[in-house]
Protein backbone atom coordinates (compact mmCIF):
# COMPACT_ATOMS: atom_id res chain seq x y z
CA UNK A 1 0.00 0.00 0.00
CA UNK A 2 2.65 2.43 1.29
CA UNK A 3 4.89 1.48 -1.82
CA UNK A 4 2.17 1.52 -4.08
CA UNK A 5 1.13 5.20 -2.59
CA UNK A 6 5.01 6.00 -3.14
CA UNK A 7 5.22 5.25 -6.81
CA UNK A 8 1.98 7.39 -7.26
CA UNK A 9 3.45 10.02 -5.39
CA UNK A 10 7.14 9.84 -6.91
CA UNK A 11 4.99 9.83 -10.52
CA UNK A 12 3.13 13.35 -8.93
CA UNK A 13 6.39 14.48 -7.92
CA UNK A 14 7.81 14.04 -10.91
CA UNK A 15 5.12 15.76 -12.69
CA UNK A 16 5.35 18.61 -10.46
CA UNK A 17 9.16 18.55 -10.77
CA UNK A 18 8.72 18.91 -14.82
CA UNK A 19 5.51 21.42 -14.41
CA UNK A 20 7.90 23.72 -11.63
CA UNK A 21 10.79 23.51 -13.85
CA UNK A 22 8.86 24.25 -16.65
CA UNK A 23 7.48 27.08 -15.20
CA UNK A 24 10.69 28.30 -14.03
CA UNK A 25 11.95 28.15 -17.50
CA UNK A 26 9.23 29.80 -19.16
CA UNK A 27 8.67 32.32 -16.14
CA UNK A 28 12.50 32.84 -15.86
CA UNK A 29 12.32 33.67 -19.93
CA UNK A 30 9.61 36.19 -19.69
CA UNK A 31 11.48 37.81 -16.91
CA UNK A 32 14.33 37.55 -18.73
CA UNK A 33 12.63 39.02 -22.16
CA UNK A 34 10.89 41.92 -20.50
CA UNK A 35 13.94 42.70 -18.18
CA UNK A 36 15.92 42.96 -21.20
CA UNK A 37 13.17 45.25 -22.85
CA UNK A 38 12.96 47.34 -19.92
CA UNK A 39 17.05 47.48 -19.44
CA UNK A 40 16.95 48.80 -23.32
CA UNK A 41 17.29 52.51 -22.54
CA UNK A 42 14.81 54.46 -24.43
CA UNK A 43 16.48 56.95 -26.84
CA UNK A 44 15.91 60.33 -25.62
CA UNK A 45 15.34 63.55 -27.89
CA UNK A 46 14.28 67.16 -27.91
CA UNK A 47 12.21 69.33 -29.95
CA UNK A 48 12.68 72.98 -30.19
CA UNK A 49 9.58 75.37 -29.76
CA UNK A 50 9.46 79.20 -29.68
CA UNK A 51 6.00 79.49 -28.92
CA UNK A 52 4.39 79.02 -25.36
CA UNK A 53 2.78 76.00 -24.43
CA UNK A 54 -0.85 77.35 -24.70
CA UNK A 55 0.11 78.10 -28.44
CA UNK A 56 -1.52 75.20 -31.27
CA UNK A 57 1.46 74.66 -32.91
CA UNK A 58 3.42 73.61 -29.22
CA UNK A 59 0.29 71.64 -28.31
CA UNK A 60 0.66 69.62 -31.63
CA UNK A 61 4.31 69.03 -30.36
CA UNK A 62 2.96 67.29 -27.77
CA UNK A 63 0.99 65.77 -29.65
CA UNK A 64 3.28 64.44 -32.05
CA UNK A 65 5.84 63.70 -28.84
CA UNK A 66 3.01 61.56 -27.47
CA UNK A 67 2.03 59.44 -30.42
CA UNK A 68 5.93 58.32 -31.03
CA UNK A 69 6.25 57.66 -27.44
CA UNK A 70 3.08 55.26 -27.65
CA UNK A 71 3.79 53.96 -31.24
CA UNK A 72 7.53 53.02 -30.25
CA UNK A 73 6.09 51.74 -26.68
CA UNK A 74 8.37 53.45 -25.24
CA UNK A 75 11.43 53.10 -27.24
CA UNK A 76 11.35 57.03 -28.25
CA UNK A 77 10.92 60.05 -25.80
CA UNK A 78 11.00 63.44 -27.27
CA UNK A 79 10.66 65.67 -25.07
CA UNK A 80 9.56 69.90 -25.87
CA UNK A 81 11.05 72.77 -25.02
CA UNK A 82 8.80 75.67 -25.65
CA UNK A 83 8.82 78.73 -24.91
CA UNK A 84 12.78 79.64 -26.90
CA UNK A 85 14.05 77.27 -24.07
CA UNK A 86 16.69 75.91 -27.00
CA UNK A 87 16.99 79.35 -28.27
CA UNK A 88 15.64 81.66 -30.93
CA UNK A 89 14.57 79.64 -34.41
CA UNK A 90 17.82 80.52 -36.88
CA UNK A 91 20.41 79.26 -33.34
CA UNK A 92 17.85 75.84 -33.26
CA UNK A 93 17.95 75.49 -37.47
CA UNK A 94 21.91 75.34 -36.44
CA UNK A 95 22.16 72.85 -34.23
CA UNK A 96 19.49 70.96 -35.68
CA UNK A 97 22.09 70.83 -38.67
CA UNK A 98 24.91 69.89 -36.22
CA UNK A 99 22.50 67.15 -34.29
CA UNK A 100 23.20 68.66 -31.01
CA UNK A 101 18.71 69.79 -31.45
CA UNK A 102 16.94 66.46 -33.00
CA UNK A 103 13.90 67.93 -33.93
CA UNK A 104 12.38 71.58 -34.68
CA UNK A 105 9.15 73.04 -35.48
CA UNK A 106 10.12 76.25 -37.15
CA UNK A 107 8.52 78.48 -39.58
CA UNK A 108 9.14 77.41 -43.18
CA UNK A 109 10.49 80.83 -43.82
CA UNK A 110 13.84 80.63 -41.37
CA UNK A 111 14.62 77.13 -43.21
CA UNK A 112 14.15 79.32 -46.67
CA UNK A 113 17.44 80.71 -45.44
CA UNK A 114 19.43 77.62 -46.06
CA UNK A 115 17.50 76.00 -48.50
CA UNK A 116 16.11 79.48 -50.96
CA UNK A 117 13.59 76.57 -53.07
CA UNK A 118 11.52 77.02 -50.13
CA UNK A 119 10.87 80.72 -50.95
CA UNK A 120 8.42 79.88 -53.52
CA UNK A 121 6.37 78.57 -50.84
CA UNK A 122 6.18 81.79 -48.66
CA UNK A 123 5.58 84.52 -52.11
CA UNK A 124 3.33 86.66 -50.92
CA UNK A 125 -0.39 86.30 -52.27
CA UNK A 126 1.01 82.52 -53.55
CA UNK A 127 -2.08 80.99 -51.69
CA UNK A 128 -5.44 82.66 -52.54
CA UNK A 129 -6.95 80.82 -49.28
CA UNK A 130 -6.26 78.55 -46.51
CA UNK A 131 -7.81 75.70 -48.35
CA UNK A 132 -6.03 76.49 -51.03
CA UNK A 133 -2.79 76.46 -49.23
CA UNK A 134 -3.30 72.81 -47.93
CA UNK A 135 -4.51 71.99 -51.29
CA UNK A 136 -0.39 72.64 -52.32
CA UNK A 137 1.20 71.36 -49.14
CA UNK A 138 -0.09 68.53 -48.71
CA UNK A 139 -0.01 67.90 -52.66
CA UNK A 140 2.98 65.81 -54.46
CA UNK A 141 4.63 70.10 -54.26
CA UNK A 142 4.30 69.80 -50.68
CA UNK A 143 5.92 66.87 -50.83
CA UNK A 144 8.59 68.01 -52.71
CA UNK A 145 9.34 70.42 -51.34
CA UNK A 146 9.56 68.83 -47.78
CA UNK A 147 12.28 66.03 -49.34
CA UNK A 148 14.22 69.15 -50.95
CA UNK A 149 15.62 69.64 -47.46
CA UNK A 150 17.47 66.74 -47.22
CA UNK A 151 20.86 68.29 -48.69
CA UNK A 152 20.84 70.54 -45.90
CA UNK A 153 21.19 67.23 -43.21
CA UNK A 154 17.22 67.83 -42.36
CA UNK A 155 14.17 66.00 -42.16
CA UNK A 156 11.65 67.56 -43.34
CA UNK A 157 8.72 65.85 -41.10
CA UNK A 158 5.26 67.84 -42.07
CA UNK A 159 3.93 71.08 -42.14
CA UNK A 160 1.21 72.92 -40.03
CA UNK A 161 -1.15 75.33 -40.17
CA UNK A 162 0.20 79.19 -39.65
CA UNK A 163 -2.66 80.64 -41.04
CA UNK A 164 -2.00 84.72 -42.46
CA UNK A 165 0.57 87.28 -41.18
CA UNK A 166 -0.85 91.26 -41.27
CA UNK A 167 1.00 94.05 -39.90
CA UNK A 168 0.95 95.57 -36.59
CA UNK A 169 2.04 98.72 -35.43
CA UNK A 170 1.79 101.29 -32.44
CA UNK A 171 1.05 104.18 -34.36
CA UNK A 172 -1.88 104.18 -36.81
CA UNK A 173 -4.61 102.33 -38.29
CA UNK A 174 -3.04 101.27 -41.45
CA UNK A 175 -5.79 100.89 -44.21
CA UNK A 176 -3.33 101.57 -47.56
CA UNK A 177 0.30 102.23 -48.60
CA UNK A 178 0.65 104.92 -47.79
CA UNK A 179 -0.45 104.61 -43.97
CA UNK A 180 2.25 102.13 -44.26
CA UNK A 181 4.75 104.25 -45.36
CA UNK A 182 8.20 104.77 -43.71
CA UNK A 183 6.90 102.92 -40.40
CA UNK A 184 10.10 100.90 -38.74
CA UNK A 185 8.50 97.52 -39.62
CA UNK A 186 10.07 94.11 -37.84
CA UNK A 187 10.28 90.69 -39.96
CA UNK A 188 11.79 87.01 -39.47
CA UNK A 189 15.08 87.01 -40.59
CA UNK A 190 14.15 86.24 -44.22
CA UNK A 191 15.68 87.88 -46.81
CA UNK A 192 12.27 87.44 -48.47
CA UNK A 193 10.46 89.32 -45.95
CA UNK A 194 13.06 91.74 -45.75
CA UNK A 195 12.64 92.47 -49.24
CA UNK A 196 8.85 92.39 -49.41
CA UNK A 197 8.58 94.83 -46.24
CA UNK A 198 10.65 97.10 -48.26
CA UNK A 199 8.40 97.08 -51.39
CA UNK A 200 5.82 97.64 -49.21
CA UNK A 201 7.48 101.12 -48.25
CA UNK A 202 8.60 100.64 -44.97
CA UNK A 203 11.56 100.34 -43.15
CA UNK A 204 12.95 96.90 -42.24
CA UNK A 205 14.66 95.34 -39.26
CA UNK A 206 15.49 92.17 -38.84
CA UNK A 207 15.41 90.45 -35.34
CA UNK A 208 14.55 87.30 -34.11
CA UNK A 209 10.46 86.73 -32.15
CA UNK A 210 12.25 87.07 -28.71
CA UNK A 211 12.90 90.74 -29.33
CA UNK A 212 10.10 92.39 -31.01
CA UNK A 213 8.38 93.06 -27.49
CA UNK A 214 11.17 95.21 -25.83
CA UNK A 215 11.85 96.71 -29.58
CA UNK A 216 8.46 97.89 -29.70
CA UNK A 217 8.02 99.05 -26.03
CA UNK A 218 11.62 100.83 -26.82
CA UNK A 219 10.00 102.16 -29.99
CA UNK A 220 13.36 100.56 -32.12
CA UNK A 221 10.62 99.33 -34.22
CA UNK A 222 6.65 100.36 -34.94
CA UNK A 223 5.47 98.11 -36.43
CA UNK A 224 5.75 93.86 -37.06
CA UNK A 225 4.06 90.97 -39.06
CA UNK A 226 2.13 87.74 -37.79
CA UNK A 227 -0.93 85.70 -37.60
CA UNK A 228 -3.68 86.51 -34.55
CA UNK A 229 -2.36 83.51 -32.33
CA UNK A 230 1.60 84.45 -31.98
CA UNK A 231 0.25 88.00 -32.14
CA UNK A 232 -1.57 86.99 -29.14
CA UNK A 233 0.56 84.65 -27.14
CA UNK A 234 3.52 86.69 -27.34
CA UNK A 235 1.44 89.69 -26.23
CA UNK A 236 2.63 92.12 -29.11
CA UNK A 237 -0.87 93.27 -28.36
CA UNK A 238 -0.04 95.44 -25.51
CA UNK A 239 2.42 97.39 -26.89
CA UNK A 240 1.32 97.45 -30.81
CA UNK A 241 -3.05 97.67 -30.85
CA UNK A 242 -3.14 98.51 -34.26
CA UNK A 243 -3.89 94.69 -36.46
CA UNK A 244 -4.00 95.53 -40.37
CA UNK A 245 -5.77 92.45 -41.96
CA UNK A 246 -3.79 92.61 -45.55
CA UNK A 247 -2.81 88.88 -45.37
CA UNK A 248 0.18 89.72 -47.22
CA UNK A 249 1.76 86.03 -46.60
CA UNK A 250 0.78 82.29 -45.70
CA UNK A 251 3.78 80.74 -44.52
CA UNK A 252 3.43 77.08 -43.10
CA UNK A 253 4.95 75.82 -40.36
CA UNK A 254 7.60 72.75 -40.35
CA UNK A 255 8.24 70.21 -38.50
CA UNK A 256 11.95 68.86 -39.01
CA UNK A 257 14.43 66.77 -37.85
CA UNK A 258 17.75 66.13 -37.61
CA UNK A 259 19.22 64.05 -39.96
CA UNK A 260 21.57 62.31 -36.89
CA UNK A 261 18.94 60.78 -35.13
CA UNK A 262 18.98 57.90 -37.83
CA UNK A 263 21.97 56.71 -35.97
CA UNK A 264 20.54 56.72 -33.14
CA UNK A 265 16.84 54.45 -33.93
CA UNK A 266 15.85 51.56 -35.89
CA UNK A 267 15.14 52.49 -39.25
CA UNK A 268 11.22 51.22 -38.28
CA UNK A 269 11.35 53.74 -35.57
CA UNK A 270 11.95 56.46 -37.89
CA UNK A 271 8.92 55.50 -40.14
CA UNK A 272 7.19 55.25 -36.96
CA UNK A 273 7.90 58.92 -36.57
CA UNK A 274 7.08 59.82 -39.67
CA UNK A 275 3.47 58.53 -39.76
CA UNK A 276 3.20 60.11 -36.12
CA UNK A 277 4.50 63.70 -37.76
CA UNK A 278 2.17 63.21 -40.80
CA UNK A 279 -0.94 62.03 -38.50
CA UNK A 280 -0.54 65.20 -35.73
CA UNK A 281 -0.69 67.81 -38.54
CA UNK A 282 -4.94 67.26 -38.58
CA UNK A 283 -4.36 67.71 -34.46
CA UNK A 284 -2.41 71.05 -35.52
CA UNK A 285 -4.83 72.49 -37.74
CA UNK A 286 -7.82 71.65 -35.43
CA UNK A 287 -6.58 73.92 -32.84
CA UNK A 288 -5.30 76.08 -34.76
CA UNK A 289 -8.72 77.06 -36.30
CA UNK A 290 -9.96 77.19 -33.09
CA UNK A 291 -7.24 79.56 -31.46
CA UNK A 292 -7.51 81.80 -34.52
CA UNK A 293 -10.85 82.67 -33.80
CA UNK A 294 -10.47 82.71 -29.94
CA UNK A 295 -7.22 84.58 -30.41
CA UNK A 296 -9.61 87.58 -32.37
CA UNK A 297 -12.57 87.44 -29.85
CA UNK A 298 -10.14 87.99 -27.00
CA UNK A 299 -7.84 90.82 -29.04
CA UNK A 300 -11.01 92.33 -29.83
CA UNK A 301 -12.20 92.60 -25.83
CA UNK A 302 -8.64 93.77 -25.09
CA UNK A 303 -8.72 96.88 -27.28
CA UNK A 304 -7.05 96.03 -30.34
CA UNK A 305 -7.99 97.95 -33.58
CA UNK A 306 -8.65 95.84 -36.35
CA UNK A 307 -8.58 97.30 -39.85
CA UNK A 308 -9.37 95.78 -43.23
CA UNK A 309 -6.92 97.18 -45.58
CA UNK A 310 -8.87 99.19 -48.99
CA UNK A 311 -7.83 97.05 -51.84
CA UNK A 312 -5.03 93.93 -51.92
CA UNK A 313 -4.84 94.35 -55.59
CA UNK A 314 -2.60 97.21 -54.27
CA UNK A 315 -0.67 95.52 -52.02
CA UNK A 316 -0.41 92.43 -54.68
CA UNK A 317 0.99 94.69 -57.21
CA UNK A 318 3.95 95.97 -54.50
CA UNK A 319 5.24 92.75 -54.07
CA UNK A 320 5.01 91.14 -57.34
CA UNK A 321 8.36 92.05 -58.30
CA UNK A 322 8.98 89.53 -55.87
CA UNK A 323 8.17 86.43 -57.86
CA UNK A 324 10.83 87.34 -60.75
CA UNK A 325 13.96 88.16 -57.53
CA UNK A 326 12.96 84.82 -55.95
CA UNK A 327 11.25 82.13 -57.70
CA UNK A 328 12.37 82.81 -61.51
CA UNK A 329 13.92 79.21 -61.45
CA UNK A 330 10.55 77.81 -60.35
CA UNK A 331 7.92 78.54 -62.66
CA UNK A 332 6.52 75.51 -63.67
CA UNK A 333 5.78 74.94 -59.50
CA UNK A 334 4.22 78.33 -59.27
CA UNK A 335 2.09 77.80 -62.32
CA UNK A 336 1.03 74.62 -61.09
CA UNK A 337 0.23 76.15 -57.55
CA UNK A 338 -1.77 78.68 -59.28
CA UNK A 339 -3.54 76.47 -61.17
CA UNK A 340 -4.59 74.00 -58.08
CA UNK A 341 -8.19 74.37 -57.57
C1 LIG B 1 5.35 82.81 -35.85
C2 LIG B 1 5.93 81.50 -36.28
C3 LIG B 1 7.33 81.36 -35.77
C4 LIG B 1 8.17 82.57 -36.16
C5 LIG B 1 7.49 83.82 -35.71
C6 LIG B 1 8.27 85.06 -36.11
O1 LIG B 1 4.09 82.95 -36.42
O2 LIG B 1 5.17 80.45 -35.75
O3 LIG B 1 7.89 80.18 -36.26
O4 LIG B 1 8.34 82.58 -37.50
O5 LIG B 1 6.19 83.88 -36.26
O6 LIG B 1 7.68 86.01 -36.57
O7 LIG B 1 9.50 85.06 -35.93
Not at 170 to 176: A, M
Not at 192 to 210: E, F, H, N, W
Not at 233 to 256: C, F, G, N, Q, W
Amino acid sequence: MLMRVSKRGMKTIKRLIIVVIGLLIFGGCQSHISKQEKSKPAVYFRLAEIHPPDHPTTQADNEFARLVQERTNGRVVIKVYDSQKLGPEMEVLDQIQFGAIDFARVSTGTVAEISPQLNVLQLPYIYRDSYHMWRVLNSEVGDFFLESIKDKKLIGLTWYDAGARNFYNSVREIRNLDDLEGLKVRVMESQLLVDMAKALGTYVIPMSYGEVYSAMQRGVIDAAENNYPSYDTSLHYEVAKYYTVDEHVRIPEILIASQKIQDRIAEADLEIIKACAKESQAFQREKWLIKEKESELKLKKAGVIITEIESRSEFEEAVRPLYDQYASSYLEIIKQIQEME
